[in-house]
């Protein structure tokens, strides 16, 4: 009988080994796991530590796209802010989910602060950065700089031979007069992009586009009456400034429309406005909650 019992203790020995083992884990899964109180707090911390890194990187690429002066760079800081922002949403669902596991009021009534600030850091975020990669002030800037000097370069030059060519002892003649009177116009409207690109007010930019019309109109009108008065040696120089002033004014309306776009001006006024205070309170809330959870790990400890 003794026999027969140890033969069934000896065939039931792996199953209780088995067992015991898997109680033994159980318990060490508790103490040194996710239930472990210490180590949940440090967890917090832990990733509340990332998530403020990431928040700075995602503030600090975001600034860089719009300061940045090509599309390539702006695209390019543009990946970065939205891949910061992504790891920051990526930290805040995992501490989450301990939170409301844990259910501590104080510490749930900051991460839902910090849920509301978040929230708008994100739209605002998204706001900016696909204004600041359009980049449309520059582009402005860029084409009036070039193809848009380079007109007026053409323009003015047709009209100097046309002066020189009618002018005899120091004294004007009417082409000379008109050639003046349309050279002034074209230099004016020119001179009228900057203010318009730089400039932020709607209202103020309705007054620069009412001035660039009254001075192509007086420009289209002594060009006319240059066609008409116009020497046959004079043809080719007159064809040419009448191409270049046309080609120049289908830049200007270009350069109008993008201007008015004003994307560079709006997303740094957003970026370093209400995105600068949105940020800022951000970083404040995760620093508040980050000493709660600290102080909870402490009391944890003793």
């Given at each position: 009988?003794?026999?027969?019992?140890?033969?069934?203790?000896?065939?039931?020995?792996?199953?209780?080994l088995t067992f015991?083992?898997f109680g033994?884990l159980?318990?060490?899964?508790?103490?040194?796991?996710?239930?472990?109180?210490?180590?949940?707090?440090?967890?917090k911390?832990?990733l509340l530590s990332?998530?403020?890194?990431h928040?700075?990187e995602?503030?600090e690429?975001?600034?860089?796209?719009?300061?940045?002066?090509t599309?390539?760079e702006?695209?390019?800081?543009?990946?970065?802010a939205?891949?910061?922002?992504?790891?920051v949403?990526?930290?805040?669902?995992?501490?989450?989910?301990i939170?409301?596991?844990e259910?501590h009021?104080?510490?749930?009534?900051?991460?839902n602060?910090?849920?509301i600030?978040?929230?708008?850091?994100?739209?605002?975020?998204e706001?900016?950065?696909?204004?600041?990669?359009?980049?449309?002030?520059?582009?402005a800037?860029?084409?009036?700089?070039?193809?848009?000097?380079?007109?007026?370069?053409?323009f003015?030059?047709?009209?100097?031979?046309?002066?020189h060519?009618?002018?005899?002892?120091?004294?004007?003649?009417k082409?000379?007069?008109?050639?003046?009177?349309?050279?002034?116009a074209?230099?004016?409207i020119?001179s009228?992009?900057?203010?318009?690109i730089?400039?932020?007010?709607d209202?103020?930019?309705?007054?620069?586009?009412?001035?660039i019309?009254?001075?192509?109109?007086s420009?289209?009108q002594a060009?006319?009456?240059l066609?008409?008065?116009?020497?046959?040696?004079?043809?080719?120089?007159?064809k040419?400034?009448e191409?270049?002033?046309?080609?120049?004014?289908?830049?200007?309306?270009?350069?109008?429309?993008?201007?008015r776009?004003?994307?560079?001006?709006k997303?740094?006024?957003l970026s370093?406005g209400?995105?600068?205070?949105?940020?800022?309170?951000?970083?404040?809330i995760?620093?508040?909650l980050?000493?709660?959870?600290?102080?909870?790990?402490?009391?944890?400890?003793?």
């Amino acid at each position: 009988m003794e026999e027969e019992t140890t033969k069934k203790f000896y065939v039931f020995l792996p199953w209780i080994l088995t067992f015991t083992l898997f109680g033994a884990l159980a318990v060490f899964s508790y103490y040194r796991g996710s239930h472990n109180p210490f180590v949940i707090e440090f967890i917090k911390d832990d990733l509340l530590s990332t998530m403020r890194i990431h928040l700075l990187e995602a503030t600090e690429a975001e600034k860089n796209a719009v300061m940045a002066i090509t599309d390539e760079e702006s695209e390019n800081f543009t990946v970065r802010a939205r891949q910061a922002a992504d790891a920051v949403e990526s930290s805040r669902k995992k501490i989450e989910g301990i939170i409301l596991q844990e259910n501590h009021p104080q510490e749930t009534a900051i991460f839902n602060k910090f849920n509301i600030c978040w929230s708008q850091f994100r739209k605002l975020d998204e706001t900016i950065l696909a204004l600041a990669t359009q980049n449309t002030n520059l582009k402005a800037q860029k084409i009036s700089s070039t193809q848009g000097a380079q007109e007026m370069e053409r323009f003015e030059q047709s009209l100097n031979r046309l002066i020189h060519r009618n002018t005899s002892n120091n004294r004007c003649n009417k082409t000379v007069m008109l050639s003046y009177e349309a050279l002034t116009a074209g230099l004016k409207i020119f001179s009228l992009h900057k203010p318009h690109i730089e400039e932020a007010d709607d209202q103020e930019m309705d007054k620069i586009e009412q001035s660039i019309k009254t001075y192509d109109e007086s420009a289209r009108q002594a060009l006319e009456s240059l066609h008409n008065i116009a020497n046959p040696s004079d043809s080719e120089d007159m064809k040419n400034a009448e191409a270049a002033y046309e080609q120049f004014m289908n830049l200007t309306g270009e350069i109008l429309r993008l201007s008015r776009m004003n994307t560079n001006i709006k997303s740094a006024e957003l970026s370093l406005g209400k995105k600068r205070l949105i940020s800022s309170q951000c970083q404040e809330i995760l620093a508040s909650l980050q000493e709660t959870v600290r102080a909870q790990r402490s009391k944890a400890t003793r």
